[in-house]
């Protein structure tokens, strides 16, 4: 099924131009890609026949699914998770292939995305309880409860295809909004053993699948003016192409999920043991292809030299594998280009006076490049000033706390920070300072957008409106009320 799409309810094969899936990861012991399959290459024509589905399945909001009891789209809902729960072996393998997420984190993501869709279904049930009840202000009662905002065009980003796009599209759904969905470019053939469960879980039109290059099926539909909400998880140069492609973008929702640069923050008295973990995981999880992920690090200047050298050498002690062999924490990166860049980072970094503080740190093998771990870092350097999102760690260190609450004012991104230390009566006034700055301080431990219920957000570039599983319903919807008076 891979050269399946689906508009207006009818799975359709494509006979069309298509555009082959490479995996970077070899199937052979010599390296060379894989040959996963191949997709749709759609253009403005099917685009537009898919925002006309939407637009007919929305029909100015008189449709039969914007106008749906709530218990009878919950059963649509339920109906498509009990399908998808029946994809799992077959998904969290493309996972693998797809995208070398390693096999505990592929599975981690399915169950998290039914869980997600399950929490949604019941928050769901509960905006509707709370919608049954009636106010009453002054003479005049209000029914207040939530409407859909009409057609949503929803792309999600690369390196979590299942979670992060089901965590548009699922609330997007749910609230009566009918939806335009194009895969990423990197997991985007684990999207087809969907196709049928999306298509005979809801009515046609309530979910449209495309694919192809944005550039040729999501602009053409920004152009037309007649969607209204750009729901976008990647990066900010996407968003705003698309944004500035629709005639009148006062009118759009956005919701958006997008860069960050999330430090860390080791004071002196920090717990060394704990920090070097968490600072693994932080910055190093599926290779630091992570929004979430620690791109910095902030080390005050007695205990650099100490948690410099645990940290570098806990690193070169990493598992690199294929992404089903057992252990292994680093894995092959789907981007081609992407050794090449972090290369360009680590070279720039080293003409201005950082050295590689590990001894693997830059070793190149066709589709990976050895964690590097920069150190000491200054603001001229590319590292400190570009996302990343890859293997390699830039630190810097401090004399007093103010030098990087000043960088964190000064970034054009706030999403997290991590703080580690133990004297509460230092950190208790810096967390009361680092809320100001970033949406969510984790204490002594590492950034990440779980569990799905918190709130997911960032300030200025990270982010446009709040995810989380209560959070995306009020998203993707508006409040509205019938009222009337006492009399
Ligand atoms: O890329 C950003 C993801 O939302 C990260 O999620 O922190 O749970 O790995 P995570």
């Known amino acids: 099924h891979q050269k399946q799409y689906l508009i207006n309810g009818e799975l359709k094969t494509w006979d069309g131009k298509t555009s082959e899936v490479y995996s970077t990861i070899s199937s052979t012991d010599e390296y060379a890609p894989t040959l996963l399959g191949s997709i749709p290459d759609m253009e403005e024509k099917e685009a537009l026949e898919a925002l006309g589905a939407a637009l007919k399945a929305f029909d100015k909001g008189k449709g039969a699914w914007p106008t749906m009891r709530v218990n009878e789209r919950i059963e649509c809902m339920e109906l498509f998770v009990k399908k998808m729960q029946s994809k799992r072996e077959e998904i969290v393998k493309l996972l693998m292939w797809e995208i070398g997420k390693s096999l505990p984190d592929s599975q981690k993501e399915f169950d998290r995305t039914v869980e997600y869709i399950n929490d949604t279904i019941e928050d769901y049930k509960q905006l509707d309880r709370d919608a049954a009840k009636f106010e009453k202000n002054d003479g005049v009662y209000a029914h207040i409860r939530r409407g859909p905002l009409g057609v949503v065009l929803c792309l999600g980003p690369y390196n979590y295809p299942l979670n992060e796009t089901f965590a548009l599209l699922i609330p997007a759904i749910i609230m009566g909004n009918t939806t335009i969905f194009k895969p990423a470019k990197h997991g985007v053939l684990l999207i087809t053993p969907l196709l049928e469960a999306f298509q005979s879980s809801f009515p046609k039109g309530v979910v449209n699948i495309v694919f192809g290059r944005g550039r040729a099926?999501?602009?053409?539909?920004?152009?037309?003016?007649?969607?209204?909400?750009?729901?976008?998880?990647?990066?900010?140069?996407?968003?705003?192409?698309?944004?500035?492609?629709?005639?009148?973008?006062?009118?759009?929702?956005?919701?958006?999920?997008?860069?960050?640069?999330?430090?860390?923050?080791?004071?002196?008295?920090?717990?060394?043991?704990?920090?070097?973990?968490?600072?693994?995981?932080?910055?190093?999880?599926?290779?630091?292809?992570?929004?979430?992920?620690?791109?910095?690090?902030?080390?005050?200047?007695?205990?650099?030299?100490?948690?410099?050298?645990?940290?570098?050498k806990r690193v070169d002690a990493l598992k690199f594998g294929n992404p089903w062999e057992e252990g292994v924490k680093l894995t092959p990166l789907p981007e081609p280009g992407k050794p090449a860049y972090i290369q360009e980072l680590i070279d720039d970094a080293r003409e201005k006076g950082a050295r590689i503080l590990n001894k693997k740190g830059g070793q190149h093998s066709e589709n990976y490049i050895w964690p590097a771990i920069l150190y000491p870092v200054n603001k001229d350097m590319r590292v400190y000033k570009e996302e990343q999102f890859g293997p390699v760690v830039p630190i810097l260190t401090f004399k007093d706390i103010e030098e990087p609450l000043d960088d964190m004012a000064e970034s054009n991104y706030g999403q997290q920070v991590s703080l580690f230390g133990k004297d509460v009566y230092a950190i208790a006034p810096l967390i009361d300072t680092l809320v100001n700055l970033v949406c969510r301080v984790n204490l002594n431990s590492s950034c990440q957008r779980g569990p799905d219920v918190y709130p997911f957000t960032g300030r200025k570039d990270s982010a446009q409106a709040t995810l989380s599983v209560h959070d995306a319903l009020r998203s993707f919807s508006v409040r509205t009320f019938v009222a009337f008076k006492d009399n």
């Open 217 to 312: 099926v999501a602009a053409p539909i920004m152009k037309t003016g007649k969607v209204d909400v750009l729901a976008l998880i990647g990066n900010s140069k996407s968003a705003n192409a698309l944004q500035n492609q629709h005639p009148k973008s006062n009118r759009l929702r956005l919701v958006l999920g997008l860069e960050a640069k999330n430090p860390a923050i080791i004071l002196p008295d920090a717990d060394l043991d704990l920090t070097v973990d968490e600072c693994i995981a932080g910055t190093l999880s599926f290779n630091g292809q992570r929004c979430t992920a620690l791109k910095v690090i902030y080390v005050h200047e007695d205990i650099a030299e100490e948690f410099n050298k645990r940290f570098a």
